[in-house]
């Protein structure tokens, strides 16, 4: 017999017992290649079966909970064994399309195949045993459909061995794990002889990869892998349930590779969206046009929080960076309970279109719409599709619209938009004065000319108060001044306030409420309805920057009289949120929207609702502070801070950083898990050792050390 003969009778054998005839391991290493070997003509479309395994459908591994059922184990064997049947069968295949292949590589295949013919052997067995019988259930020919093309020898040891059997290693480890808590050591012991075995097949596929590969000096296999993965494939077909460092090893991977693979994301199948960090949007859109020059602290602050979408983003995303995370931070994360998206650099030459892989995407989501969005996302417009709970269909609209400027979504990044909103929505419900207070209080003037803005701030110091003046366009308390005095006007804060009006066209002015919180309510503006997330507490800093937000459906952070008077004025809250929803909706929005409340206590004692101190479009910190509260245990109150690193310094007499405050604060506060949810302590949510200008913390409550920043 020769291996062609072998692999003939595997490949189109048309019964199970043709598909497992093998002769003994003596026989087997002896086979020796036809001296007249050629390529295989033709592949099949599909490989020759009994017809009760060649119907091919999709079907479900059974739930953890069912196990301790006879048939659930049998159908979890059913789904190995499919997974048997195919790998044969491809490496059949491979054996007869590439006779020129090394005779050893060819042997090393041979004895894989027999392996996995065992394999199949035992599987078969048990289901009986349990009640399964093979084809009781839909077989899946995803490995075929993929892989039967391959072009060389090492395109099926990257996808075969490094990608699919490498996979299995964590799937037959974690069933094994799984059902001997049933009881059932015989089932057990089958998946662990598996695990064993399959170690070896990935060890003769790493083998053979670090030959074969060729790539720039000092490439690592984790990049060489990453290169020579076709697409739609992506790494993360190479992890099943469960990660296995251990048996990764011992098929001969690279810690380098291992601790990559355990990190990394990416699409199974569902379209990915990409999620960009752009927080410059308001800035954009009031210079006109991208090309917004931060200065080098904004620049830094970017820095610290360009991976903020991840927390927003599910698995199967990508993540628009300039520089991924460090391995070792977004492991600490996966540890904690986190699902971790792809990460993408958008740094050198090579566009963005050839960066991503996936030939769909379900949705882009920049962080706000805005020139520079468009500009980056436009060349991807046609691979948008219409996915279920994705905005695909939506963007695709708005990209065909050419520029930002002719989408009209600018007007509504702006704050005379809002102020103009709020005053013709408290005109028409007078009823809301009891939780809101007179209109006059709450509502501002939009100002399009400096003699209207200095009669306003006339008045308001005249009634004994404070002006607030703020520019249309401006983000993180930016482009917010406070006047004081009739004088100031005449001084920096005047030329502030006169070239804002010049460059805007407008300045908001208000009076200066006696807040005593600030409130988020986030909301999703759909294409039929208008979702209404909860509200949270959130703190702002002396400049009116955002330094975090309570966390807990309890509205941690507010006493007793507070909380009875939020509950009391929230069904009017609501209501306008969900008429500013569909106001934003009617002019061509759909997304997620921010807004900012504040409670203030008027002249009587009483407390009031400012409903709306400021809209924001796009995504917020206090909806990233929403998917976080997700990652606390049931019941638990929590914080998501913001800690300035000037200030840590300070605190330390200028010797301590964001790192060392942060070894002294998981120290204290240790975490603790509950079902991959914290339970105690604290969690870093961006990477300590990089943190430039701000250090984010998610922390249970009481945690006075981190509450003293805010």
């Not at 903020?308 to 309970?337: I, T």
């Amino acid at each position: 017999m020769t291996l062609e003969e072998f692999a003939r009778a595997v490949l189109f054998g048309t019964t199970l017992d043709d598909k497992l005839a093998c002769p003994d391991l003596a026989t087997l290493a002896a086979l020796a290649p036809s001296p007249d070997a050629k390529p295989l003509a033709e592949i099949p479309r599909q490989p020759p079966r009994p017809e009760r395994l060649a119907s091919f459908g999709k079907s479900e591994f059974p739930r953890l909970e069912l196990l301790r059922d006879d048939r659930a184990r049998g159908e979890v064997l059913h789904f190995f064994a499919n997974h048997e049947l195919l790998a044969l069968e491809l490496m059949a295949l491979v054996l007869l399309r590439f006779p020129e292949a090394p005779h050893a590589f060819r042997l090393g295949l041979a004895r894989t195949i027999a392996e996995e013919q065992s394999h199949l052997r035992l599987y078969l067995e048990r289901m009986r045993e349990l009640g399964v019988d093979f084809g009781d259930l839909p077989l899946s020919d995803y490995f075929w459909k993929t892989m039967s093309a391959v072009r060389t020898p090492l395109d099926f040891v990257v996808q075969m061995s490094l990608t699919f059997e490498q996979a299995n290693l964590d799937f037959s480890l974690f069933f094994r794990d799984e059902i001997a808590k049933t009881g059932d050591a015989k089932t057990a012991a089958v998946l662990d002889r598996v695990y064993r075995e399959e170690i070896g097949h990935v060890k003769h596929g790493v083998a053979w990869f670090n030959r074969w590969r060729e790539g720039a000096p000092g490439e690592s296999d984790w990049e060489a892998y990453r290169r020579l993965l076709p697409p739609p494939l992506t790494p993360r077909r190479a992890k099943g349930f469960g990660f296995t460092v251990e048996g990764r090893r011992e098929a001969g991977l690279s810690e380098t590779f291992i601790e990559e693979l355990k990190i990394c994301s990416g699409s199974k199948g569902r379209p990915p969206e990409l999620w960009l960090y752009n927080p410059y949007c308001e800035a954009e859109i009031a210079r006109g046009g991208s090309g917004f020059s931060p200065t080098g602290g904004s620049r830094r602050l970017t820095a610290d929080l360009e991976h903020v979408p991840m927390f927003l983003a599910l698995e199967e995303d990508a993540v628009l960076v300039s520089e991924r995370p460090s391995a070792k931070w977004l492991g600490g994360l996966q540890d904690a309970g986190f699902a971790l998206p792809e990460f993408v650099e958008t740094s050198g030459a090579e566009p963005l279109a050839k960066k991503i892989t996936s030939p769909r995407l379900g949705g882009l989501e920049p962080w706000g719409w805005s020139p520079s969005a468009f500009d980056v996302f436009s060349p991807l417009r046609e691979r948008l599709t219409d996915a279920s709970g994705a905005n695909g269909a939506w963007a695709r609209r708005l990209l065909e619209r050419g520029d930002f400027e002719t989408s009209g979504l600018g007007k509504l990044f702006s704050k005379a938009w809002s102020a103009r909103f709020l005053a013709d929505w408290l005109a028409t419900h007078p009823e809301t004065r009891h939780s809101f207070g007179e209109a006059s209080d709450v509502t501002a003037l939009v100002a399009t000319s400096w003699d209207e803005a200095s009669r306003r701030v006339a008045e308001l110091l005249a009634g004994g108060g404070t002006a607030m003046l703020k520019a249309p366009f401006g983000t993180s308390g930016l482009g917010v001044r406070e006047a004081r005095k009739q004088e100031e006007l005449d001084g920096p804060l005047g030329g502030w306030a006169r070239n804002t009006l010049e460059a805007q066209g407008a300045l908001v002015v208000e009076r200066r409420l006696a807040k005593t919180a600030d409130l988020s309510l986030q909301l999703v503006v759909e294409n039929d309805r208008v979702r209404l997330l909860e509200a949270r507490r959130f703190v702002t800093g002396s400049r009116h920057e955002y330094r975090g937000t309570y966390l807990g459906k309890k509205l941690s952070g507010l006493d007793a009289d507070h909380l009875r008077f939020v509950h009391s004025a929230c069904p009017a809250w609501q209501e306008l949120a969900r008429d500013l929803g569909a106001r934003l909706r009617g002019d061509g929005y759909e997304g997620p929207a921010g807004i900012d409340a504040l409670v203030w206590r008027a002249d009587d004692g009483s407390l009031k609702l400012k409903p709306l101190v400021e809209l924001n479009p796009r995504w917020t910190m206090g909806r990233v502070a929403l998917a976080l509260e997700e990652h606390l245990a049931p019941g638990v109150a929590g914080l998501w801070a913001f800690v300035p690193v000037r200030e840590i310094k300070a605190r330390g007499k200028g010797h301590d950083g964001a790192e060392a405050f942060a070894r002294k604060l998981a120290t204290r506060y240790p975490p603790k898990l509950a079902s991959g949810r914290l339970e105690s302590g604290v969690l870093f949510t961006n990477d300590p050792l990089s943190a430039r200008e701000t250090l984010t913390v998610l922390a249970t409550l009481p945690n006075p050390e981190l509450e003293t920043f805010l």
